[in-house]
């Protein structure tokens, strides 16, 4: 008897509840926007360094989200379309292709469409030849054009290390940046101010 | 070493005269008895950040408690409705937190209106491109939700830019304004939607509100008997003075009129170029807008003196402009204990003597016969960071208290010294509860509190006092509370008044706590201080 009292009392009260948001629910109902946790990525302005990234971003609780990615490095199809500015040899002209790894943990300010601030890492293997690793603080923001296409654009500073077997620098060649461009050297650095374009699909 | 004894010595010696005579005045009178409850049980639904008491009887004391919860990458707030039972000191309690029912939901306010608690929500609905604002009511002496929660406001941001996330609700004069911004290309907007008490709309505005280039920014919101509703907007020509250089800033009072499109503007200007450092906006029941505050010299930060305006409603003309300066003996009352090897003229004669110290008032308050006084406390913070390891330091000091006729002229000015020097989640015991009495007598509750350095840490060492200034502005002093170990818990915010003038005071000895080992002092504690006169 009290056991069906306490599930009859229980099932009013779900009911009285759901009742109770569903009065609201035509004014909360985005399109699945808020709750959307998980966006499918690829990075335009790395598709014109001829890197092919695959990205996937999961939002957690209270803005909290991390972006993971692998890549192709596709020196051997096309040439990077963009230059460094002040690059003074040729351009990246003897890279070997290899893949590329992506990890960013990141903070939105409030949920996916709004300003993010987060830490992109970058690594980058060219073949036997050449290695690098970058990472910047960057700030970002994100744009749900519709339910499931995502724009995001961030930019920032850091830092990019290079490291070369044959001790020739391939990957910027900044005359400007790195003081000693033609002494061999296997280790190099620079500050870096890079641009991020990504395009995504929300799930 | 012993050279290092006795400097330790002669420090402690010296720590203990200046608060011992902080708390020394001719009009002492023995301590008052205060009944502790016992100690509430260990709050179990995240760590205390505050309590509201709504109401008490003889049962009963009903409060809103607001506790967070760390979570991997910030924290949460948890909104709770808090029945406690006088008789057993046990209690119940009701999640009152909106995003609990749904995670879209975000709180904006919540409060007593017409007996019923209510708790206010937005959501940003960026699909449809609107702002919705709900509200939801609660039984609050039952702990029982009426289950109504519906959309009262609802904003179509189609062409406003982008909606600024530091929207309010306030209630004043028994209605409620909602103020919400935007942003484009041009500047910043401002909204306003007015509600009466049931919530329904009575009228709304969607204006730019700029008195003057620069960067505007406005508070102190305050709706006439008209509906109509009046700000404060301070103008700064620079962004880096921006809540820097209120010398390079000038103030003004904005009328939002209900039945027309723009708000009207009157600049707050003193004669001989003296700047208004802060200042209070309220309305009269003659429906005359009421501008209170204090001065500094150009220059300077330092206040030297007190103002008023009185404008005629809808800011068609300044009926009054006042001011006062304060005199040497009122600037200098209290530094002889505070500034021992100081000389205090010296003090109240240099140019700026308060440089970094804020004000912070509280709301002007209205007698029945039209006069009305205002509190301003000096108030100071910083943090700083040694060795990875942070503290803020909190000065909770002077209070200035302000007393004027219906016309806005001076009655009196006193000045209570008081020190509240408190370290970290300590800052909770700063501060001051105020109350008016039957014969106009304003009382003041506040701790005279300091940290004491030790060779480990710190320790804080407090006495609770009660000052009362009578309508002419004379003093009597209550040490209500000497054991430190006590006082150091007493929050003044907490206090409440019953309806047959008794006081509930709060211990929270939350304020020990040290993160992250915060489940040992989760609790409260009431006491009763049943009032003699």
Redesign the interface.
Known sequence: MIRRLCISLFLINAL??F???S??ST?????G??EASDIIKSDFSEIIQANIPIIWEHK?????ALQGGIGLLVNHLYKPIIKPVFASADFKSDLQSGFSLYLQPL?Y??GF?SLHVGIPIHFKQYGNMASSFEFNLGIGKQW?LS?HLAVDIETGVGMNFEYSLDKKSYIYNLDIIDPHPDIANSFRSRIIFPISIKVGYVL | MKLFKILFLLLLLLNTSIFYAQIQTPNSISNPDIKWDLTQKKFPEGFISSVKILKSDNDYIYYYLKSFKV??????YNHFLVKYDRKTCDYAFLDITPSK?????EILTADTLDNKFHVYSY?H????K?L?V?DESFDYQTLKPY?????FC?IDLTEKGSLL?NMFLVSDNNKLLFRYSCEDVKGKYYGLEVFNKKLEREWGSFNMAKTENGYNYESDYKIDNNGNVYAIQRNYERKSDIYKHYDRSRVWVVCYLKDASEPVSTALILKNDLFITAERLAINTKNQVVIAGLYAQPGTESAVGGFSFVLEPNLTKISSVQTNEFTKQLLAKGLDSKKMNEDTKKIVEKKDFEKNFGYRFNDIYFRKDGCFDLVAEKYYSVTVTYKNSSTTYYYFDDLLVLNFNADGSFKWIQKIPKYEYVIDMYSDIGGYYLYHDKNDGMNFIFNIANYVPQFIGYKHKSSTVKLRLDKEGNESFNEMISDSEISCTIVPDYIYLENNDNLIITRANTVKTIMPFMDKYNNIMFGLLKQRN
Do not use: A, P
């Open positions: 009285v509840s009742s109770q948001v009065n609201i004014y909360l109902d985005d399109g926007r808020t957690f609780h209270s803005g909290f903070y300010y409030t469409e749900l339910r | 979570l991997i990458m910030g924290f949460n029912k749904n995670k879209k939901l959501f609905n960026k699909k449809l609107k919705f709900f289950n109504d929660i519906n959309k609802e996330e």
